[in-house]
C-alpha cells in the first residue's frame, strides 16, 4: 500500500483503520476536494490528483492524533449558524444548544416587558451564544465579553460575516461592563477540575477555556456573585455547567439570594444547565437576598 490515499474509496477507508469518525472523514475529504458529500459518493472510485491526496492524508493523521474535525476545517455548526473557529477558541458544542433553547424562552416572556431586552454572554469565545441569540430573537440588545484577544477577534468576525451586530468587549466577566445592567445573563463559563484526568483529551483546546479551580466552580462562583449587580429585577441567570455540577451551581444561586432555581438537560440526559432569578419583585425595591432575609415569598 503506498504511502497516500489513491482514490475517495482508499481515503475512506484509511480513515476507518485510524479511527477516524466517518462523517468527519467525509467533511475533511469534501473539503480538500472542496465537493459536497453526494459528490464524494459518485466519484469514490475516482483516481486523487497527487496534491489532494497528500492534503487528505495530512488531516486524517492530525485527526487521527486527537485534532477537533473542526479546527482542521476552520468552522464548526452551531445553533444553525456557520462559525469559524480556530485554537484560540472552545469549539462550539451540541450540549450549549440548551442553554441557547433556554435563552429563547426566557427571552419569550422578557422579565421587564421591555422591547429590546438587554443579553449578556459572558466568556463568548467563537461567539457561539451571543450571534445564536442575535440570529434567532433580532429584537436583543447582546452584548459579548472575552477575556482573551484571539477569541474576541474570531466572535467579532463570526459577527460581521453572519451580519449580526453584538457589542463585543474584551475583558475579565463583568469588568467590561461596569454599572451595566441586563434583563438576561448567559454563560457556558469553564468548569472542569484543574487535575481532571479528561484534559489530556482536549489539549488542543484553549486551556482557559476549559479549566477553572481546583474543583471547576470558581469562575461560576464569582459569575454567580457578580451577576445581582448587572441584572435588572426579574432579570434572568442561565449558566452551563459540568454534567454533575448541577447541585453545586444551584446551591450557589441559592446562597446568593437567586430564585426559582431550575435545570435544563442536554442530549445526554444530564442537568447541564442551572439557572435563576433575580428578585421577582414589587416595585423592584427588593434583592434576592433581601427578599429570602425577609420571608418575602414572590
Ligand atoms: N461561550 C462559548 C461556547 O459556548 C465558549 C465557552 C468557553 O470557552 N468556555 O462555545
Not at 433580532?138 to 467579532?156: H, M, Y
Request: charged share 20%.
Amino acid at each position: 500500500m503506498s504511502e497516500l490515499p489513491t482514490s475517495i474509496d482508499d481515503a475512506l477507508q484509511r480513515a476507518r483503520r485510524l479511527g477516524v469518525d466517518r462523517l468527519d472523514a467525509h467533511l475533511l475529504v469534501g473539503a480538500v476536494l472542496q465537493q459536497p458529500r453526494s459528490w464524494l459518493l459518485a466519484h469514490d472510485r475516482d483516481p486523487l490528483p497527487p496534491d489532494a491526496a497528500e492534503r487528505i492524508h495530512a488531516l486524517l493523521q492530525r485527526r487521527a492524533a486527537g485534532e477537533p474535525a473542526a479546527y482542521l476545517l476552520g468552522h464548526k455548526e452551531f445553533f444553525g449558524l456557520t462559525l469559524a473557529v480556530n485554537p484560540d477558541v472552545l469549539v462550539p458544542r451540541p450540549d450549549t444548544e440548551t442553554l441557547v433553547h433556554w435563552a429563547l424562552e426566557v427571552l419569550a416572556q422578557p422579565p421587564s416587558h421591555t422591547a429590546a431586552p438587554r443579553v449578556l454572554d459572558l466568556g463568548t469565545g467563537s461567539g457561539a451564544i451571543a450571534l445564536a441569540v442575535a440570529h434567532t430573537h433580532p429584537q436583543a440588545q447582546v452584548t459579548a465579553v472575552d477575556a482573551s484577544e484571539g477569541a474576541l477577534r474570531t466572535a467579532r468576525l463570526n459577527g460581521e460575516r453572519l451580519g449580526l451586530a453584538v457589542a463585543w468587549r474584551l475583558g475579565s466577566w463583568f469588568e467590561p461592563v461596569a454599572g451595566e445592567r441586563f434583563d438576561l445573563i448567559l454563560s457556558n463559563p469553564p468548569y472542569i477540575a484543574e487535575h481532571d484526568p479528561h484534559l489530556p483529551d482536549l489539549r488542543f483546546e484553549p486551556r482557559s477555556a476549559l479549566t477553572a479551580g481546583a474543583d471547576g466552580l470558581s469562575d461560576l462562583r464569582r459569575i454567580i456573585d457578580q451577576a445581582p449587580e448587572h441584572l435588572q429585577a426579574g432579570g434572568w441567570l442561565l449558566l452551563e455547567h459540568g454534567w454533575d455540577q448541577a447541585d453545586a451551581v444551584a446551591q450557589l444561586l441559592r446562597d446568593r439570594g437567586f430564585l426559582g432555581v431550575a435545570h435544563r438537560h442536554d442530549l445526554g440526559g444530564h442537568a447541564r444547565c442551572t439557572g435563576a432569578q433575580w428578585a421577582p419583585c414589587r416595585a423592584g425595591t427588593l434583592s434576592g437576598r433581601d427578599a429570602l432575609n425577609s420571608g418575602y415569598e414572590p
